[in-house]
């Protein structure tokens, strides 16, 4: 019984996981996705690297082997014109759940 208990706690372990599902409807390119935990003063690196996050295309980025302590993080989106569009306290453990807060489209208004 122990044994299956914890095979099932393994399991569930593994299949744990954080995913940011972001779609661009900007009506810009993004050239840029800075992905930090909340409590980090200043974005990281860029996580596109040498992709454009074109008008219209959705992509995921999965953060859940980074060893982060937390499960609220700030992204922000840069387009061609230097645009910024950020957003702070996502929650990246929601993937697939009701609320879905980390799987969400961003559009001109939320410019900051």
Known sequence: MKFALLALTALAFVSFGQYFEITNDT??????????????????????????MYDGDTYEFDVSDLNWETELFDIQLEDVDGDTYTFFGVDGEDYGSDDDENIFTVTLSDID
């Open 27 to 52: 009506g810009y390119d993004v050239y840029f996705v800075y992905i930090s935990e909340s409590s980090d003063d200043s974005f990281g690196g860029d996580w596109l690297g040498s992709d454009i």
